[in-house]
């Protein structure tokens, strides 16, 4: 038990060093500028039309490192560092968001599948806690309740992997579009990449966390079990 808790605290530990980089590097990169001075927006926009997007608005959301895209209203959100502001970072982030929407709008398979799991998801996230905690508490006189939510985990942890190479295509489709539409180049090209490959890394720590989550509950469905 004391193991499991020292992996927990190790990926807590590394989640949170990365998450300080990752602030860090995009502080650091916020001072670069890009060709042509374009905002977030300006970049969103710009390359959502040399793909071919249409449909998508480009709008302004609270927060930080709060930039997302809807696929459901079809919006690339983008937070206010990012949204009125020129610089390599904000490029970076308008870029990446896009990737998702062209994704989108090419039915890659990866989002898709993504895409399918939502609803199961939020519903899910909801009850799978409070679950697998009467799961174990009635472990001995009702194994099933925690073998569903063992389950419902499960789903999660498969979200987790899933959402890697659809963050990972985004940041390649927004690196290459960024170099050849001029955005950036041979100095600023490299950082941009920088940026987007930290921001990659939260969410391999986070799946990875899940997958040792996933693996805890189970141990403690068989080890209880055996009792």
């Known amino acids: ?7 927990f605290g190790i990926f807590m530990l590394i989640s949170w060093l990365i998450g300080n980089t990752l602030r860090s590097k995009f502080k650091e990169y916020s001072g670069l500028a890009i060709r042509g001075d374009l905002t977030g927006k300006e970049v969103a926009e710009k390359m959502l ?3 071919g997007v249409f449909d998508v608005q480009v709008i302004s959301v609270e ?3 709060t930039d997302h895209y809807n696929p459901l209203k079809k919006t690339v959100n983008l937070s206010k560092n990012v949204y009125g502001i020129s610089n390599v970072s904000a490029a970076a982030v308008a870029a990446h968001e896009c990737g998702h929407a062209v994704q989108h709008a090419q039915a890659f398979a990866w989002l898709q599948m993504r895409s399918a799991l939502v609803p199961f998801i939020s519903f899910s996230s909801r009850i799978v806690q409070w679950i697998l905690l009467a799961g174990i508490l009635l472990l001995q006189v009702f194994p099933a309740l925690m073998l569903l939510g063992i389950i419902l985990f499960a789903v999660t942890t498969l979200f987790s992997f899933i959402t890697l190479p659809v963050e990972i295509d985004a940041s390649r489709r ?13 100095e ?7 940026a987007l490959k930290w921001a990659a890394y939260t969410y391999v720590v986070a799946a990875l966390a899940s997958l040792a989550t996933l693996l805890y509950y189970i141990m403690i469905f068989f080890g209880g079990r055996r009792e």
């Open 1 to 7: 038990m004391i193991s499991i808790w020292i992996v």
């Open 49 to 51: 039309m040399e793909n």
């Open 174 to 186: 927004a690196i290459a579009w960024l170099k050849t539409s001029g955005i950036t180049d041979y």
């Open 188 to 194: 600023t090209t490299p950082k941009a990449e920088d």
């Open 63 to 65: 927060g930080e490192l």
